[in-house]
């Protein structure tokens, strides 16, 4: 059974940093790209970023709103992708979720963590 | 960028009733569009990938249509499971937008 599990969301001051992580298990993680999206309160989805499988050189992408902020990596010999996240701020609060991108090659997000709440907040 | 656009952004509708919602990009996006069915307090769940193609496990009176610019999904026969929010997106090219959502609700 494929599952994600995020960790690592909390209370964070403005200007802070945090580090996400998402520990996958079920399917072999290295052959996947592996995506972050987020959630504002009462709000739509919104993509973060993803980082590639090694076999497309691992490469990453994101969001405008996060670019030269948010860094996204992964560790294959451990199952984990991180969203490391710098100079928080307050619109940053949302939960995020981390999500396996399908490889049959239409990119879609066919599994889902459950979430993990970030609070941006003096 | 490429932006998306659902309409409506809220529905009301009964048990039984068919309802299609419609999302549309500001560019050809082929058919590099999801559908993704999200319920309160709950992840979003993946019902329809290549505009058309069911995720397993999702019931058939779930249906996806269009290319280029234009998609719709359909729910054939609502079921009282069926009332929650859905987003299309894309993933034609990054970044890869969400609509805006479209609630449904129980008339």
Redesign the interface.
Known sequence: EVQLVESGGGLVQPGRSLRLSCTASGFTFGDYAM?W?RQAPGK????VG?IRSKAYGGTT????SVKGRFTISRDDSKSIAYLQMNSLKTEDTAVY?CTRE?NSG?????Y????TLVTVSS | DIQMTQSPSSLSASVGDRVTITCRASQSISSYLNWYQQKPGKAPKLLIYAASSLQSGVPSRFSGSGSGTDFTLTISSLQPEDFATYYCQQSYSTPYPFGQGTRLEIK
């Open positions: 995506s999206v739509g989805l919104e993509w993803f992408e994101y969001a405008a979720y399908e239409w990119y879609s997000f066919d889902w963590g459950q979430g």
